[in-house]
């Protein structure tokens, strides 16, 4: 039998050792399950994906933004250079959302409705993640977007 280890964070559940993990594999269910294979890889991103678009009105944000400014990229018909740009900064923060979600998400699962100081620093430095890229990637669609759209304007 297993002993108690310390609890890390005061206020959570004292964790048992791991116990030696069995000769035989076997097939685990729910969140558990490992994908066998590529496309059970792919499926459970799509999951990530949908989940985010569907419960993350700022992930709908900055995939809708993320579009907007690609389209005007082609329409201004920037470099390929410069659409590489632009595709890079919304999928950094298209990323770092997913992450802020996720991040959110275990948090949660780790201390339920209660509150802890620690908890608030990792939703917060979280969320200034996505903050810093989604500023970081407007000046830079400024930066590239806003010369030849003044120029395809007469201005």
């Avoid at 999951?47 to 995939?63: A, D, E």
């Avoid at 389209?71 to 770092?96: D, F, I, Y």
């Avoid at 917060?124 to 996505?130: E, F, P, S, Y």
């Amino acid at each position: 039998m297993t002993s108690p280890l310390p609890s890390p964070l005061p206020g959570t559940p004292p964790t048992l050792e791991a116990a030696p993990a069995p000769r035989r594999r076997s097939r685990r269910l729910g969140a558990w399950t490992v994908a066998g294979d590529l496309p059970s890889s792919f499926r459970y991103a799509a999951k990530g994906l949908i989940y985010s678009f569907g419960s993350q009105r700022n992930f709908r944000i900055h995939v809708i933004t993320g579009a907007v400014v690609f389209g005007l990229g082609l329409w201004l018909q920037l470099s390929l250079e410069r659409l590489a740009v632009l595709v890079l900064t919304v999928a950094a923060v298209l990323v770092l959302e997913l992450l802020n979600t996720a991040t959110e998400a275990v948090v949660d699962l780790a201390i339920g409705r209660q509150y802890h100081p620690l908890a608030r620093i990792a939703k917060d430095c979280a969320a200034a993640a996505v903050l810093v890229a989604a500023l970081s990637s407007m000046v830079i669609a400024l930066l590239l977007l806003l010369p030849p759209l003044l120029t395809r304007l007469g201005l």
